[in-house]
């Protein structure tokens, strides 16, 4: 017959997806009527954002725009800039299965070379790249006890993280400024970095506290040089969480959607409107404590028991940092830097045996300037970065999803350097296996009887062995070993004779 088993049940999150793939972006634009001729490409910069990301009948759907800036001289020699916005979409198969799916995306630019083909056309072409990680719950099923009489149970206590909700929500924060330098013609480069400054988790809700800091590299009417602008915009945010209660932990992260900065006014104190789309992503854990039984018997019956092997989260975090780097481009005859530009590529993590998450990426640095002929050129050097994030035994040999952006970049104190603040961002989990028992078969035949002669028998136990392994054995009863023996718990600490009571 079947055992009367109790059950419990918790979530885990399985992976269905996690890759990179790589995204054409291809585009023939013609310059407004507002915009000056091309004469000269200095440089385009093409920039990936996600709008939207959802799963589909086993698909991940993204949508998302490139954002594209053009630099260029015309024909008077005057530095110009145009900016416009590409679709994209990407569709993926992924497993099916599961609730409340959380979604990672990471996008990059792999490469973006535009050519003019008129005075008033010009032609991208290029490749974003994504790395998506798609993660959905499934329940974990636990065996708490047996109800049968005379079966014994063994149980060992399971400490887990467990999924409790995953959220995603967008919303704009708008400032307008006035510029201490004007009127502005066009913007060159803008930048944003969201901060989290303070996170509190209430019953159904999740309270964020931060700001957006922002660069704006800016052409004045008249002027060959560029200009620059620094704001701090601050985001109060209510996300809602229904499942979410006090003491549960989060991982919270701000990401830059879509950003805008465009001229409102005219004269010698310019005024510029910026509105920036963020989103906000929130995946809610906590910690289970549970004991699950891992080992049963029947006295005086036969019995048969199943096990299956479980994959339980004993550690997730979330750790950041920012890392300084300088590089020197190749630029000997340089009379005059513009402005600087860096990026990332290829980033990769490992975590060691002692919880050393070491992050390696390949960070381009560059310049646009004058060279010692008066003409306009881009300067870059590519070179390779390894940041050590952490050092905690608990994350030994777990695994790291890493992200690395770039912060700033400016001019360092060399001769053509540039410094590059970067920000590292890791999610952190350890796995760890453990044998269930999953279901119990007893017979319903008595087993034959014991000898009525033997009532003790002594037994020399060892270091590290447990009660219930001894009691199994000679098919009695752990309680019965332990009261008999006045132990008060199943381990054995150290070598010790003991007497086993026979069970009639």
């Not at 009261?483 to 026979?502: D, V, W």
Request: aromatic share 6%.
């Amino acid at each position: 017959m079947q055992a009367s088993l109790i059950k419990k049940e918790l979530f885990k999150r399985r992976t269905v997806y996690n890759g990179s793939c790589e995204i054409g972006v291809e585009s023939e634009s013609v310059l407004p009527d507002y915009c000056s001729d091309i004469e000269k490409i200095l440089r385009c910069s093409l920039v990936p954002r996600v709008n939207s990301k959802h799963l589909e009948a086993g698909r991940l759907v993204v949508n998302g725009t490139a954002f594209l800036r053009l630099v260029y001289l015309d024909p008077d020699g005057r530095m110009q800039s145009f900016e416009t916005q590409i679709p994209f979409s990407k569709n993926i198969q992924v497993q099916e299965g599961g609730e409340n799916p959380c979604i990672w995306i990471r996008m990059q630019t792999e490469y973006s070379n535009c050519h003019a083909i008129s005075p008033r056309r010009f032609k991208l072409r290029g490749a974003v790249s994504m790395t998506a990680k798609v993660t959905v719950c499934n329940p974990l099923t636990f065996v708490t006890d047996i109800e049968n009489d005379g079966v014994e149970v063994k149980r060992q206590k399971i400490e887990a993280v467990v999924p409790v909700s995953s959220v995603s929500e967008g919303f704009t924060v708008m400032e307008e400024y006035e510029l201490t330098k004007g009127p502005i013609s066009s913007v060159v480069r803008m930048s944003a970095n969201p901060k989290i400054l303070e996170q509190k988790i209430i019953p159904g809700k999740i309270f964020l506290k931060g700001e957006v800091e922002l660069l704006i590299v800016y052409l004045c009417e008249g002027d060959v040089g560029t200009c620059e602008a620094k704001y701090v915009i601050p985001v109060n945010q209510i996300l809602s969480c229904d499942d979410a209660q006090e003491g549960d932990g989060v991982d919270l992260r701000l990401e830059i959607s879509r950003m805008s900065a465009e001229p409102i006014g005219s004269g010698e104190n310019s005024e510029i409107a910026v509105e920036v789309l963020l989103e906000a992503n929130a995946d809610v854990t906590r910690k289970e404590e549970i004991e699950a039984v891992v080992d049963a018997y029947c006295i005086g019956r036969e019995s048969v028991i199943a096990k299956n092997e479980q994959e339980v989260c004993l550690v997730e975090g979330t750790l950041e940092k920012t890392h300084q780097l300088s590089i020197v481009p190749e630029a000997s005859d340089v009379t005059e830097i513009i402005d600087t530009f860096a990026e990332v590529k290829n980033v990769n993590a490992d975590v060691n045996e002692h919880g050393e998450i070491m992050v390696r990426a390949d960070v381009t640095a560059g310049m646009l300037a004058k060279g010692g002929d008066g003409e306009m050129g881009v300067y870059q050097k590519t070179q390779p970065a390894e940041i050590s994030v952490a050092a905690d035994k608990a994350y030994a040999l777990g695994g790291a999803d890493c992200e690395v952006k770039v912060v700033s970049c400016s001019m360092g104190r060399g001769k053509n350097e540039v410094s590059v603040l970067l920000w590292v961002g890791c999610r952190v989990s350890k796995n760890q296996s453990v044998e269930l028992l999953s279901s119990m078969d007893i017979s319903s035949e008595q087993s034959a009887p014991l000898d009525p002669k033997t009532a003790l028998t002594i037994y020399f136990a060892q270091a590290g062995e447990d009660a219930f392994d001894i009691a199994k054995q000679y098919n009695t009863s752990a309680r019965a070993v332990m009261e008999e023996n006045g132990l008060e718990t199943t381990q054995f600490s150290a070598p010790q004779r003991i007497l086993i009571p026979m069970i009639r």
